[in-house]
Nanobody
C-alpha cells in the first residue's frame, strides 16, 4: 500500500492550499481516509476523516469551517482543501487510510508534505 501526499508549500497567513493524497495497492473505495499533522516539537494530531463513500466527514474542532476533506474514488485520491490558513497550521501533513479507529483511521500512512504558513 502506498499513499502519496503532495500539495504542501509556503503560503501567507489567510491563504489557501489543497493537499492531495493518491493511493495505490488497496481497494481505495473500501477504506476511510484521513489527514493528520505534526508540528515541530509536537505530537501528531488528527485533522479530518472521510468515509469510504464520502458521505460522512469528521473534523477536529480547530479546523472546522476552514478545512474541507473530499475524495474521488475514481482517481483513488483524497483531498484536503485548507483555507484561511494561520501560522499555527504550519506542520507536516500526513494522509492515512483504514477501517479501524474511526475517525482516526491509521492502518496505512503516507509520507508527509510540509505546509508552512508565514505571518
Amino acid at each position: 500500500v502506498q499513499l502519496q501526499a503532495c500539495g504542501g508549500g509556503l503560503v501567507q497567513a489567510g491563504g489557501s492550499l489543497r493537499l492531495s493524497c493518491a493511493a495505490s495497492g488497496l481497494t481505495f473505495s473500501n477504506y476511510g481516509m484521513g489527514w493528520f499533522r505534526q508540528a515541530p516539537g509536537k505530537e501528531r494530531e488528527f485533522i479530518s476523516a472521510i468515509s469510504w463513500s464520502g458521505g460522512t466527514t469528521y473534523y477536529a474542532q480547530f479546523v472546522k469551517g476552514r478545512f474541507t476533506i473530499s475524495r474521488d474514488n475514481a482517481k483513488n485520491t483524497v483531498y484536503l482543501q485548507m483555507n484561511s490558513l494561520k501560522p499555527e497550521d504550519t506542520a507536516v501533513y500526513y494522509c492515512a487510510g483504514g477501517n479501524t479507529n474511526w475517525p482516526r483511521v491509521n492502518d496505512y500512512w503516507g509520507q508527509g508534505t510540509l505546509v508552512t504558513v508565514s505571518s
